[in-house]
């Protein structure tokens, strides 16, 4: 009989059960085991897992993070999934410790290795089980993933193609893409499904999603460089060089599938296009600040109100600095914004605004 835990039977039967259902919500676990749901903020905050602090966004481009289970009993496994509407690929995630002690592994290659090889063993056993059996599997990939000035992680790769036991069955045939990655002692495994008759159809979104899951690994390593970015805006804001920081955030936030800026939306913008009407470089110079003050709690995993706060401040305290060094930035909407901002509640003040203007019809 094949025991494993239940965060891993959850991660596995994902992969066989889920894979080819459109729409399935997460298979739950059964009544007896002992863990806890992965709580997911209702603003759409990113999930951070907390042992390792990587960051899973609950939409990671068009799919979206359905939730997950974390079980108290197997180690601290962790098993999450993102689906996309009307979609047949999905994506699972399992993060669990690693045992080897990596410092004095020679190599940590082989350690990676063998995990992948083991939860394939494991997810062919288990499609047995389902009905399934194996048809193909590739030669294992070796790589590592590149963190920057944080060196490289190990990243072992590997397809796996299942088909159905009996003849003739209803089932699709199934292909999935595993992968292990060693990060910060533990096990990031992904297992990306898509019935086999769609991999054509479907290749260029399932390789961005995972690149994008591969990015979520990364993401923590580009933080503090993205940290130093802010602060080179924040020391010279109202020149050259600090408005290029400004606007390199701006572009890593449309780049990347985990970082956004928290913006006020309609209710900040109205305001903008009123000065940019008589000023349109004081309107970007005060646009550049509110990004830059929100992108700074964001990347530090602050809240949205935090978030909304702290790009008021900044914001409100470059027009003090305009008003000073070029000319006065005159506006009724960032008047008022000063006053609740100076009493703290900023964002309560911008959220109030949003709510009061109406939906395009």
């Known amino acids: 009989m094949l025991c494993l835990p239940t965060a891993r039977i959850c991660f596995l039967a994902l992969g066989l059960i889920v894979s080819c259902s459109l729409g399935a919500d997460v298979p739950k676990p059964s009544t007896d085991s002992k863990g806890d749901w992965v709580k997911l903020s209702k603003d759409g905050i990113p999930w951070t897992h907390p042992d390792t602090g990587l960051i899973f966004p609950q939409m990671l481009g068009d799919f979206a993070l359905q939730g997950g289970y974390r079980d108290k009993r197997a180690n ?112 990031v495994q992904f297992n990306v499904i898509m019935p086999s008759d769609s991999i054509q159809k479907n290749k260029a979104e399932a390789d961005q999603l995972i690149t994008n899951l591969l990015q979520c ?99 409100l305290g470059l027009r003090e600095m305009m008003k000073e060094r070029t000319a006065p930035v005159e506006s009724d909407f960032l008047d008022e914004l000063a006053k609740a901002s100076d009493a703290k509640r900023g964002a309560a003040f911008l959220r109030e605004k949003m709510r009061a203007i109406p939906p395009a019809p």
């Not at 997810?123 to 059996?133: E, F, I, N, P, S």
């Not at 970082?259 to 009407?277: K, M, R, V």
Request: charged share 25%; hydrophobic share 40%.
């Open 76 to 187: 601290s496994e962790l098993a999450i999934t993102y689906t996309k509407k009307e979609s047949n690929i999905k994506a699972d995630v399992l993060i669990s410790p690693c045992k080897e002690n990596l410092a004095t592994t020679p190599d940590v290659m082989a350690v990676a290795r063998k995990e992948l090889e083991k939860l394939a063993a494991d997810l062919t056993v288990l499609a047995g089980d389902r009905g399934y059996k194996e048809q193909h599997r590739s030669p294992v990939s070796d790589g590592k993933l590149p963190l920057w000035e944080k060196g490289e992680i190990p990243f072992i790769s590997m397809t796996l193609g299942l088909v159905p036991s009996a003849a003739g069955a209803s089932q699709p045939a199934i292909n999935q893409w595993l992968a292990v990655l060693l990060y910060r002692d533990h096990y």
């Open 217 to 315: 690994v990364r993401y923590p390593a580009l933080v503090p460089e993205m940290l130093k970015i802010c602060r080179s805006y924040l020391d010279e804001p109202l020149t050259d060089s600090g408005r290029a920081s400004a606007d390199a955030l701006t572009a890593f936030s449309k780049e990347s599938p985990i970082f956004e800026i928290i913006y006020p939306g309609e209710a900040l913008t109205a305001a903008l296009d009123e000065i940019s009407a008589r000023s349109k470089d004081a309107a970007l110079e005060l646009l550049r600040a509110f990004t830059v003050g929100s992108g700074v709690v964001t990347l530090q995993n602050g809240t949205a109100d935090e978030s909304l706060e702290e790009g008021a401040r900044i914001m």
